[in-house]
């Protein structure tokens, strides 16, 4: 793949280049490269050039050209049918991580974001762990909310919530199938949201979980904690969100110096 | 579980509260509870209690804390032995989102991050679509990395950089086993990075990978595309990383008006 020149004595280098590399990893490399192309949006209308082209093209023998299109369907990033070649699925959207917004917020202008309310329901005692989390007594109970959310007529996202009570009253009457819940929070409580932390896991679907968004049973999700604040720093809303992978890209731009 | 006082009509409130719920729903929000206690290091010496006491202390059956222990045996965060009940695997530790910084950096506090180099050579020729990412020519050439980072034992990640020809030069001969890449770049070129950007990706890990990385075929793990640039703003190294989500969480303050 490439004209390899020697580096430095003491390290494993490859005597060939990259092209002696074990034809796994050498697919694994060329997959990456395709993934970022593909959510770039290069290749048109979602068509990806034939084997032999990308083999041509990416310096790659026809196994591992095959062996990475085979990685990326297994992903759900692209399908691949004899007599047809293989083209994107479905676009994979960017959900930022530079700033705090809801989903059909960052997604404005990649079509409406549907939220099917699976649960919406006044709790008059909170589990004990999601008291803690938002800082109040059990007692002091919530709202508790589960939306499937849709967007272009496939699932994105399955999101458990529990708001405090006074947001959740607020909320909990007004348009959760077409809002997102921040915008909510913010135009019918008066408190403006601050912050939220956020922690991002990877994890196979459990298979309801994967029923649900419609994906195979073990596929890669994001499980993501968030706990939001208004300002001020009062704790309002915790969630749980479980988020389909082959459709959504986390992303952000971090600086040396900190959050600028 | 809970309390139930039905929510506004025209919602689909199930009639019992949580509890009416199917127990695969159950067993993952309770899982979801569950990853985040252990995360913030809620259970002594990594032991959780047994069945019983989990299922009295979450109000939950004993069949959905069965449930929820097997997906969370299944993310690989816990271990579950008879006779020896339910232990923390490993730590999982924080990489944070809110400022770019190398693994070792990031995990100061928490061991000493080693390097196995697997691949350290120069390249006369960049392929084409790296070369793209840095913005310059193939005949620029640049320098190929990968190395497989540990922790205490464990692999964390799999990391493939290129680096630009001039910056690449200066960090190839340096201390790459014991050192991150960001600080030989500072140290080694008098270019202080300024920032970055990156895409998350939640991917199955293929074969290859998942033996280099000692996890199961088809374990979720997250696959992060970085481009990194200097202080005004020259890209100088591409990186794809195949990281652990067992051993591995992304975290993030997210501000409301973006960040600060």
Known sequence: ??????????????????????????????ADVLRQQITAGRFDQGRLPDERRLSRRFGASRNAVRDA?????????????PGVGTVVSTPKYGHGLDRLAGLAE??????????????????????AAIAERLEVHPSAGGVHLERLRWLAGLPLSL????????????????????????????????CPLERAEIAVHAVAADANTAALLQIPSGAAVFAIERRT???????????SI???ADRLILRATLHRGGAK
Chains 1, 2 share one sequence.
Not at 8 to 22: E, F, K, M, N, Q
Not at 69 to 77: A, F, N, T
Not at 108 to 116: A, D, L, R
């Open 242 to 244: 479980r988020m389909r």
């Open 106 to 127: 960052t997604l404005t202008g990649c079509g409406n974001v549907f939220n099917e309310v699976r649960v919406a329901e006044t709790v008059a005692e909170l589990p």
């Open 229 to 239: 604040r208004v300002r001020g720093g009062r704790a309002v809303d915790v969630e």
């Open 159 to 190: 999101d458990t919530s529990y708001l405090t009570a006074d947001v959740g009253a607020a909320v909990v009457a007004e348009d959760l199938a077409g809002r997102d819940v921040f915008a909510l929070i913010e135009e019918h409580t008066g």
């Open 69 to 81: 299109l085979g990685l990326l369907r297994d992903e759900g990033l692209v399908s691949r049918q």
């Open 1 to 30: 793949m490439n004209r390899t020149v020697s580096a430095t004595a003491g390290r494993r280098v490859p005597a060939g280049g990259v092209s002696s590399r074990p034809r796994a990893e050498r697919a694994r490399q060329l």
